[in-house]
């Protein structure tokens, strides 16, 4: 079965840091580019940001540049994102999510495969 | 950025009734990279249409998608209790991808 495993989420002050990570099973995972797309408390989803199978092309919501990285482990089967600088406005479930059909990051591809997501609160 | 405005905000029906939803883009969407999403309340989004009008695996065919350029649309042929959920449209012609803001369709 397919599947997608997010965990790491919690309460952190703002300033703070947190890793998320993702794990992957019943696909080849370097095969696909994977995104974190992540949802407000009763609003609407916004894309984060995408890393190509490879690992070697990434892009970032404008809203993170500078303060997010995305990687990945193949060997891990694993996605990551390290979140620094964390703001008020960054208190979201973050859900993992995979490419459809394709490895390259900036693919025109759809997501087809969701993780339940994770949540993150920045408050002091 | 592409800007999606997905309308009515909600849809009122019942079981057994047609739903229509609506997504307008900003600027055309080129070659139809336009997905529609399925949400319930506490679970991840599910993939239902992708390039705008081919259903992903597993999906009934009482979902069908059409549209193309700047105006697209989501059709439930026949609401069943499962389907009453929000739903969202996202283009992933340009970067970055974007969302609408989503379509709750509840129980009349």
């Known amino acids: 079965e397919v599947q997608l495993l997010e965990s790491g989420g919690g309460l952190v002050q703002p300033g703070g840091s947190l890793r998320l990570s993702c794990a992957a099973s019943g696909f080849i995972f370097s095969n696909y580019a994977m995104s974190w797309v992540r949802q407000a408390p009763g609003k609407g989803l916004e894309w984060v940001s995408v890393i190509s199978g490879s690992g070697g092309s990434t892009y970032y919501a404008d809203s993170v540049k500078g303060r997010f990285t995305i990687s990945r482990d193949n060997s891990k089967n694993t996605l990551y994102l390290q979140m620094n600088s964390l703001r008020a406005e960054d208190t979201a479930v973050y859900y993992c999510?995979?490419?459809?059909?394709?490895?390259?990051?900036?693919?025109?591809?759809?997501?087809?495969?969701w993780g339940q997501g994770t949540m993150v609160t920045v408050s002091s | 950025e592409i800007v999606l405005t997905q309308s009515p905000g909600t849809l009122s029906l019942s079981p057994g009734e047609r739903a229509t939803l609506s997504c307008r883009a900003s600027?055309?969407?080129?070659?139809?990279?336009l997905a529609w999403y399925q949400q319930k309340p506490g679970q991840a989004p599910r993939l239902l249409i992708y390039g705008a009008s081919s259903r992903a695996t597993g999906i009934p065919d009482r979902f069908s998608g059409s549209g193309s350029g700047t105006d697209f649309t989501l059709t439930i042929s026949r609401l069943e209790p499962e389907d009453f959920a929000v739903y969202y449209c996202q283009q992933y012609d340009s970067a970055p991808r974007t969302f609408g803001q989503g379509t709750k369709v509840e129980i009349k």
């Open positions: 999510a995979k490419n459809l059909v394709s490895a390259l990051a900036a693919s025109r591809d759809a997501f087809d495969i």
């Open positions: 600027q055309s969407v080129s070659s139809s990279y």
